[in-house]
């Protein structure tokens, strides 16, 4: 089952083995949502990780960064879970299901790679 929660504690995914970055920038106004396979403004999309992760941490600066994880519903500037400014995500699962959408221009999407 995936999960996705706010933390501003130790995180747990720092144990882990890091796979790497990304940093999105422009992307994350595609129409339907970005995935990570999106080639990132900086550091690698999830197919050019080493080994298949499967635990990410996710932060967004400058504007709200909705999310989905389904496949069925892409996210908008209305619909997903909003992810609040500065607040550090923990989300385990398959990665490949995320999608993201700023809710408003100049969101910035920071992504920490993990294997577990």
Not at 6 to 18: G, H, K, T, Y
Not at 83 to 111: C, N, P, V, W
Request: hydrophobic content about 35%.
């Amino acid at each position: 089952m995936a999960t996705g929660q706010a933390n501003d504690d130790n995180v747990s995914a720092v144990a882990d083995r890091p796979c790497g970055y990304a940093r999105y920038a422009t992307q994350l106004g595609e129409a339907g949502g970005m995935n990570l396979d999106t080639a990132p403004t900086e550091g690698k999309t999830l197919v050019q990780c080493k080994g298949k992760p499967n635990r990410c941490l996710m932060l967004c600066e400058a504007q709200i960064v909705r999310w989905t994880d389904d496949l069925d519903v892409n996210p908008t500037a209305t619909v997903g879970m909003p992810m609040t400014i500065g607040t550090l995500y923990e989300y385990s699962g398959d990665l490949s299901k995320l999608r993201f959408l700023q809710a408003a221009a100049t969101g910035i999407l920071h992504i920490l790679y993990y294997n577990s």
